[in-house]
Each structure stands twice: as C-alpha cells, then as structure tokens.
C-alpha cells in the first residue's frame, strides 16, 4: 500500500469526522435524540481513531535501535488494534447503553424538529466524499481482488479500517435518520431508541471484524503466495543455488517483510565464491520482491539420504548415530 495514499485517505476520514461531530453535538443539544448523540460519539470515536492511525504512521517511521533491531513497522498494526478497541467501547458500547436508556424513557422530538434531518443529511453527504476517497486510493493497491479479500489480506491496516469506519458511518447515519424520521412522524420515542440500537450493533460488529483481522497481523503473517513464488523463483533461477531445502518469511511491518532460508547451494572452491553466490541470490529477491528487505540464507549441502531417511533434507543433518563400547548404534539419528 502506498503510505501517501493511505494518509491521504485518513485525513480526508479525519476532517470529516470532525466536522461532522461539531454539527450532531449541536442538533443533540436542540433535539435531545439519542440517536444524534450516539452518531455524536461515534464521530468522535472515528476523529480518534483517525489520529491513532497518523500515530501509529509515523512512529513505525523509527530507525532501528538495539532493542528492537528489525524497527517499528509492525507498531501500525498495534495502533489499528487500539482503534478497534475504541470503536467497540467509545462507540458500539455506548451507542447501545444510550439505547437501553432511551428505551427506559422513550420521548418525542417536541422542538427543532427540522435540525436533526438535515444535520444527517449533511453529514451523510460528508461521509460520502470521505468514503469515496479511501474507495479510490483503495483501487490504487487493490488490483483484482474483491473487496472482502483486500479488507482481510492486506498488510497495510490503514486503508481497510478507514474503509470499514467509512462504512459503518454511512450506514450508522441511515440508521439514525430513520429513527429520527420514524420519531418525528410517529411522535414515539422508541423509534430514536431502535435507530440508536442498530447504530450500536453496527459498530460492536464492525470492531469485532477490525480486532479478527488486525489480530492476524500482530501474530505475524507471511507473503502472499505470488511473492512466495517469486522469491523461490528468484533462489533458484540462478546456478549458486540445487533447491530450497526449507524457507520462512514474515512481515515485518506493511512494507517489509523478512525472508529466512536454507538453500542447498553447489560445490564451491572457497568461501569467496559461496559469499559471491549468496549476495547474488539476494540482489534476484530484492529486485523480484522490493518489500524483502531483510533476507538471511543459510548455505547447506543438500542430502537425498538425510531427506529419505525423514532426519532432515542437509547434510549436517544426516550425522551418524552414536555408538556403545561394543560398536553398537545406539539412540536416535541426530538431527
């Protein structure tokens, strides 16, 4: 994912969160609709989650220290988990809670009758750009993949839960402008009550999908099979390299992963040679994959024996057993 475009996607989120807040607080304060206070919160709860996002963007920016030698790339993905934290708590939850009071002490809208309307109108139009901004950067890293694939397969979080809390926003707002219109024609109270409760499922469920996937990245994810497959082609395309005996990779943040190997590499006449091999097996994985910017590959000789015998595929794992005073093997084949 392009970092710019998934910054430019959150400000646009954050600017119009904002806005949008200012102006439920206000139809809140002449209606008194739960509805409009829950939207209220939520915009809130979104405004801050986009400013953990930016954070998190760019603290994960650090150099590398002793301490944590391989950087801070993954701490996008530890913001993103909070951010579902808080929409779950901040928003869902209290959505749901101002639901239940409503429903304790249903009342109509008596005054201002026309704020609330327009005020979700408004803001729905406002999510709506919003929502078309991070659809479009989205379609810039997305290819052909479906919209369900790319919310729970990309490694940069950024855009899928701006994606996700642009949606929950429109739809949250539909919700509330049907409470709200429900109300105003009826003159029951419980209508803004229902429209608060929908509002308050609709975000616990969203939270909970951002908190699954999320979840998956801060345990550590590897490559998509099509880098997979480029960086087997990339070791073995070259005459340094028999076969991959074994290989691991894993994402060391959205924008780089790891790539740990044993390859079966071919006789050599001095270590020179060998370095020379491995340093150009590296430069073929840069150049096929430019996100594996750490690589360690660990030259072994490749065992058909070792292989068979299920010890190991490498020759230093094919070691003899050891033997007694009699001459007698004795344990289990090392390995």
């Known amino acids: 994912m392009s970092a710019n475009g998934g910054t430019k996607a959150i400000v646009a989120a954050l600017l119009a969160n904002v806005g949008i807040a200012v102006t439920k607080f206000i139809a809140f304060i002449l209606t008194g609709s739960s509805s409009m206070l829950a939207e209220a919160i939520h915009s809130v709860a979104d ?46 939850l209290f959505a749901l809670y101002e639901a ?13 009758h026309w704020v ?8 729905i139009i406002m999510e709506t750009f919003s929502f078309r901004t991070a659809i479009k950067e989205s379609n810039l890293v997305r290819g052909n993949q479906s919209w369900v694939h790319f919310v729970r397969r990309a490694k940069a979080p950024e855009l899928p839960v701006v994606l996700l809390e642009d949606l929950g ?6 919700f509330a402008l ?3 219109t429900m109300t105003l024609i009826t003159g029951n109270g419980e209508w803004d009550a229902a429209g ?24 550590g994810e590897g490559a998509e099979q099509h880098d997979l497959d480029a960086i087997e082609r990339a070791i073995t395309d070259g005459p340094e390299v028999e076969r991959i005996i074994h290989m691991k990779t894993l994402y060391l943040g959205p924008e780089e ?53 299920g010890t ?12 007694d005073a009699s001459g007698e093997a004795t344990g289990r084949p090392g390995g």
């Not at 609330?116 to 803001?123: E, G, M, T, W």
Request: with cysteine; proline share 5%; aromatic share 8%.
């Open 116 to 123: 609330p309307v327009v005020v979700l109108v408004s803001a």
């Open 178 to 180: 049907f409470g709200v």
């Open 47 to 92: 405004s801050g989650n986009q400013g953990l996002l930016l954070l998190g963007g760019k603290r994960a920016k650090r150099e590398a220290t002793p301490q944590h030698p391989f950087g801070y790339g993954r701490e996008r993905y530890i913001y993103a988990f909070i951010v579902s934290i808080v929409l779950f708590s901040v928003g869902g």
């Open 257 to 309: 992963l790891l790539v740990a190997a044993k390859v079966g590499v071919r006789a050599c006449e001095s270590a020179q040679d060998l370095a020379r091999g491995i340093n150009a097996v590296e430069a073929r994985i840069r150049a096929g994959v430019p996100i594996a910017r750490v690589i360690y590959l660990e030259p072994d000789v490749y065992s058909a024996a070792a292989a068979e015998a």
């Open 196 to 219: 608060t409760a929908m509002i308050g499922i609709l975000l616990v469920t969203i939270a909970v999908v951002l908190a699954i996937e999320t979840k998956s990245l801060l345990l």
């Open 312 to 323: 190991g595929a490498a020759a230093d794992t094919a070691v003899p057993r050891p033997q």
């Open 100 to 112: 239940y009071h409503k429903f304790s002490d249903p009342h109509a809208i008596t005054e201002w």
């Open 169 to 174: 926003a429109l739809v949250g707002l539909v």
